[in-house]
């Protein structure tokens, strides 16, 4: 936020404008701090996990497939599975990459949805130099390409921006990746051969190797289920999420969907009905006013606990719009939104004896 509205006071002329965006900045910290603030007076901060850097790639590319289909796009990836062996240096660095990929990846479909064969393509290799491992992430694309002029003077200026009759920007978004892969001791760059051939931009960020890493502390064992009789139920209280995953789930193939939208509803549920996967919002009252609400985390520890012995307990996937790992939530899997249908499906195979492979998602 600090950043955001430093570039606009260096590029907007009106003091009106900015002395109120100011008012507004200065009360909303004010509150988030409030809102974050520990009892010794610190700040509340939010770890990201280390984890290798197939599983960060691939979760910071959900919203980057919805854009490529939103766009129409032909979007591909290639994620070695050699990247499971590498780790971020830093903590901090999780949340870091997932940004400039978004922001690159953002740029990359805007500007190529215009031309004949719209195509983007990200890929990630690792090298060693000087006893230190590096990974290094490229996106290419198809789309209005820079001129060498721009490449070499202005390319990651603030404000800076390529004159073009179709596209523009607000000149921040480069300036901002190029900030924050310098803060984790990487570069930044980009290529193209000139104007309308597509450009490039890659960025590395250092990286640990370790044989040690494994995608799970434990192995996972395939629950045996009959997708056309198996029990799912959705807990959810955001109601369009609720229909969107329910047609998606019904699209792969599973025919018993039921949503709930309350804690109490879905303690009814499950105390009717065995379920074999429950989809719950680890948010769950988060919107409502209610002392005795309890979260999605502490109502999944509930219906487990009245799982019958010797029985399989259900498996349990978080849902949320905000980036979490099964080891923050306690549970088996997490599915964030916006609901991506590839994902959703990765989930199902991994969890359960069937292929999803013959059934094709409902639009």
């Known amino acids: 936020m600090e950043f955001a509205f430093s570039c606009l006071k260096t590029n907007s002329h009106d003091p009106l404008a900015i002395s109120g965006l100011q008012n507004n900045f200065n009360d909303l910290k004010d509150m988030l701090e409030k809102a974050f603030k520990m009892p010794d007076g610190s700040i509340r901060q939010t770890k990201e996990s280390l984890g290798d850097l197939f599983n960060l790639t691939e979760s910071s590319l959900t919203c980057c497939s919805l854009l490529a289909k939103l766009f129409e796009i032909d979007f591909t990836y290639i994620l070695p599975e050699k990247l499971k062996k590498f780790v971020l240096t830093q903590e901090t660095h999780s949340s870091m990459i997932k940004r400039i990929l978004y922001n690159l990846m953002k740029n990359a479909m805007l500007y190529s949805a215009e031309s004949k064969s719209p195509k983007v393509s990200l890929e990630i290799e690792t ?14 694309d198809t789309g209005i390409g820079m001129s060498p002029q721009f490449i070499q003077g202005s390319l990651f200026k603030e404000g800076s921006r390529e004159k073009t009759t179709k596209q523009s920007g607000s000149g921040i978004g480069l300036n901002s990746c190029k900030t924050l892969v310098e803060s984790m001791g990487g570069e930044i760059s980009g290529c193209s051969e000139g104007l309308g051939k597509g450009s490039t931009f890659w960025f590395t960020v250092p990286v640990t190797f370790t044989e040690s890493v494994s995608v799970s502390t434990s192995p996972i064992v395939k629950l045996r ?20 995953l329910q047609r998606q789930c019904k699209g792969l193939g599973l025919e018993h969907v039921e949503s709930v939208a309350t804690a109490e509803e879905a303690l009814n549920f499950t105390g009717k009905i065995p379920c074999s996967l429950i989809f719950m919002d680890t948010n769950l009252g988060g919107k409502k006013d209610k002392k005795d609400e309890i979260d999605g985390i502490e109502l999944t520890k509930k219906i487990l606990a009245r799982t019958p012995p010797q029985t399989n307990a259900p498996r349990t996937i978080s849902i949320s719009g905000t980036p979490q790992t099964p080891a923050e939530t306690g549970m088996d899997g997490v599915l964030s939104k916006p609901f991506d249908v590839k994902r959703l499906e990765m989930l199902l195979e991994k969890h359960f004896e069937f292929s999803t492979k013959n059934h094709l998602p409902s639009s």
Do not use: C, E, Y
């Open 225 to 244: 289920a009959d997708k056309q009789h198996m029990q799912v139920l959705i807990v959810d209280d955001d109601p369009i999420g609720r229909k969107m």
């Open 127 to 140: 090298d060693q130099k000087n006893d230190q491992w590096r990974a290094k992430f490229s996106v290419t």
